[in-house]
């Protein structure tokens, strides 16, 4: 998506600044405004978290409407997801652990993202995106019978 590149680049230049006002924080010895900038930190990475995650999602949004027509808008996420990659696939449980954590956000219950830096859930959302793009794992099933109904028999 075009707007990674982009929303790194915020990211990156907004996080900078963090860092030097943190580091000028603890050169004057004022912890509890290291305290304060460290939180304000975190929110802004969950942030840019779930403003990468949009794109991402628009992303399979494009894909599902490509494969299911305007019927994708029925379809959860993660049904969405499954229409472009197994979830056999390496990349699925990421995915589902990125939505995860991108709801539990964007719903107000703030956590700290386990073991990885923003820059490197970047990387992986974009390796994600690349592999769905190329089709490197269709998943090939027809969903169409989850649309037709009682009457539809």
């Known amino acids: 998506m075009k707007n990674y590149e982009l929303i790194r680049k915020a990211y990156s230049q907004v996080e900078k600044h963090f860092i030097r006002i943190i580091d000028d924080a603890v050169f004057r010895k004022d912890y509890a405004e ?6 304000l930190s975190r929110i802004n990475e969950y942030a840019y ?5 949009g794109q991402f999602e ?3 949004n494009e894909k599902a409407l490509e494969i299911e027509g305007e019927n994708y808008k029925e379809l959860g996420f993660m049904l969405r997801v499954q ?4 979830q056999t696939h390496k990349f699925y449980s990421d ?29 992986k959302v974009e390796e994600i995106t690349e592999a769905v793009d190329n089709n490197l794992h269709p998943l090939g ?7 037709k109904t009682e009457n539809d028999s």
């Open 34 to 39: 290291h305290s304060r900038l460290i939180e």
């Open 49 to 53: 978290f779930v403003l990468f995650w």
């Open 58 to 60: 628009l992303f399979i």
């Open 83 to 86: 229409l472009s990659i197994s």
């Open 95 to 123: 995915i589902d652990q990125f939505y995860y954590w991108r709801c539990e956000l964007a719903h107000g219950r703030i956590s700290k993202f386990p073991e990885l830096t923003l820059p490197t859930i970047f990387d």
């Open 141 to 147: 099933e027809d969903f169409s019978n989850i649309f």
